[in-house]
């Protein structure tokens, strides 16, 4: 993700409306199962943290190119301590085990 994109993410928290979305062209297969799902930001080569996703998504069959988006909560972020992580385009199951909060919330 690049700078400005992850900024304006973080903005959208101090909105009425926090929700954001992430457009696909194929739907991660993942999300089908059960439990909670995070979309990971990388940014200069590291991961830098997630978003938690809400259960719902869209479904645009017109638009060959985006069928498919996401939708996340800004308020949600976790930043979690820099991982470095190869360059990659597109969508990837290959993220860092996230760290379970501790008791005080903090991760």
């Known amino acids: 993700m690049q700078a400005e994109v ?3 993410k973080l903005q959208a928290a101090q909105e ?5 979305a992430w457009n696909l062209s194929r739907w991660p297969t993942g ?3 059960e439990g909670e799902h995070r979309l990971f930001v990388a940014l200069n080569g590291a991961w830098r943290g997630y978003f938690t996703l809400g259960r719902e998504a869209l ?7 985006v069928p498919f988006t996401l939708l996340f909560d800004t308020r949600s972020w976790t930043p979690i301590h820099p991982v470095p992580v190869s360059r990659f ?3 990837t199951y290959k993220v860092p085990p996230y760290p379970v909060p501790s008791p005080d919330g903090t991760p």
């Open 59 to 65: 479904y645009s069959p017109n638009d060959p190119s």
């Open 89 to 91: 385009r597109g969508f």
């Open 31 to 33: 999300f089908s199962q």
């Open 6 to 8: 992850l900024e304006h």
């Open 16 to 20: 009425v409306n926090s929700e954001q």
